[in-house]
């Protein structure tokens, strides 16, 4: 539901809010914030809360540090995991210079610009996550171990599935929050779990993402456990994936929908465009050193290329029907920033539409075993490898500005060393 500012000021008031914690996301997409209490969130919505911007990575230096956040009305979420006496309550914010210029690093505001040029041609993009988490046992001072909560496997039930009641809890929450999850799952590794939000609005799906990675942390936390979103937690075990699903709508219907082997053209063009520019957008895709561990091992593609229903492949369309038709990008991982690498891959995608980009035919063997054999293009395959592309994307640096581009690699290239 979306809120005005007097009616979020109205709902506060009449639903014992004691606390508003103003959330945003610094460069790597890890969630920031700042707790008012809720008689100063009026002030907040005219005047914004100044915070210290030199020390959040990725943002400004200490000769000019200040930044405002300025709560979103729409975003207001109850936190349903604290007290319900003296509720606390939570908005993602807008972030701008105290002159209330457009902060150029706010990644939310980026993907909103994004999706704005999609809807001026005509074009209103859909997403569904797929995110894979571990839960890992604490120790007796409370700090985490490398130990599984369980052993169980892919689709495993209780009483093998020690994590069925924590993701029934997480679920539950989320639903309360305004997010759906479709579906939940024990996965492959022993300890992991998938949660599948449904598809919404690209906006709203990264900021879902942020949520549910909020959520499980925060459940995990009350059941003596902890979550890791890391791409390999377990070198030997399969990695978390953070498999995204793409669909367009025009004139209210969804152009991914398909009869037998044919899509429609502008569909072709926006697949063809995220397979042009995804080696550009990788080092945002898949931004940690073990995320390159994870390529090519338990379903992890690394080549780029595409096919019905394959699930060896980068993208695959999967069999579905209706409005359910859409595309599945299986590169990503969850230590993204949500929303800077929507944001690339709906430019990706358009960019490939005005351009009419032409699909290039479907690879339809099992590249983890054939792969070598076909002339599929390989993903980068080290970060390093992903910054040296990143650098060097006119494309990423028409959307990003060489000052943010440039901020990213060199931040992330102290990684590499």
Request: charged share 25%.
């Amino acid at each position: 539901m979306t809120y005005t500012t007097k009616e979020v000021l109205q709902f506060v008031q009449e639903n014992d809010v004691k606390f508003v914690k103003l959330a945003f996301c610094d460069i790597w997409g890890v969630q920031k914030n700042i707790s008012i209490v809720s008689r100063h969130l009026e002030a907040a919505f005219e005047e914004g809360v100044i915070f210290d911007a030199s020390s959040i990575a990725g943002f400004l230096s200490v000769e000019k540090s200040d930044l405002c956040l300025f709560p979103d009305p729409a975003t207001l979420h109850i936190l349903p995991w604290r007290p319900q006496q003296g509720r606390v309550v939570r908005f993602f914010c807008d972030i701008r210079y105290p002159d209330g210029a457009p902060f150029e690093g706010d990644t939310r505001r980026l993907l909103a610009e994004a999706s704005d040029g999609a809807e001026k041609m005509g074009l209103l993009c859909r997403v569904g996550s797929e995110c894979d988490f571990y839960l890992f046992h604490v120790g007796e001072d409370g700090a985490p171990t490398d130990v599984p909560f369980d052993d169980a496997g892919y689709l495993d039930v209780a009483p093998l599935d020690r994590g069925e009641n924590v993701r029934r809890d997480i679920c539950l929450y989320l639903d309360q929050m305004g997010v759906m999850a479709e579906n939940s799952h024990h996965e492959r590794g022993p300890g992991q779990h998938g949660v599948d939000l449904h598809y919404c609005d690209i906006r709203k799906a990264a900021d879902d993402l942020v949520i549910l990675k909020s959520a499980v942390d925060s459940i995990a936390a009350s059941n003596g456990l902890w979550a890791s979103f890391m791409p390999k937690p377990i070198e030997e075990q399969n990695g978390n994936g953070l498999h995204l699903n793409f669909s367009l709508a025009q004139n209210g219907r969804n152009i991914f929908r398909t009869s037998g082997a044919e899509h429609s053209p502008t569909a072709e063009g926006f697949i063809a465009g995220i397979l042009d520019h995804i080696a550009e957008i990788t080092a945002v895709a898949n931004p940690l050193l073990s995320s390159y561990i994870r390529f090519a091992q338990n379903e992890a593609p690394p080549y780029i290329s595409w096919a019905h229903q394959n699930r060896s492949q980068l993208i695959r369309i999967p069999t579905a029907s209706e409005d359910h038709s859409r595309m599945e990008l299986r590169s990503p991982d969850p230590a993204a920033n949500p929303h800077l690498l929507l944001t690339l891959l709906l430019h990706a995608g358009l960019d490939g539409v005005r351009r009419s980009l032409p699909l290039p035919p479907p690879i339809d063997v099992n590249m983890y075993e054939q792969g070598d054999e076909t002339d599929a293009p390989r993903l980068p395959q080290s970060l390093g490898d992903a910054l040296d592309c990143m650098a060097d994307s006119d494309f990423v640096r028409s959307i990003l500005g060489d000052a943010y581009t440039e901020k990213y690699i060199r931040f992330k290239r102290e990684e590499t060393r």
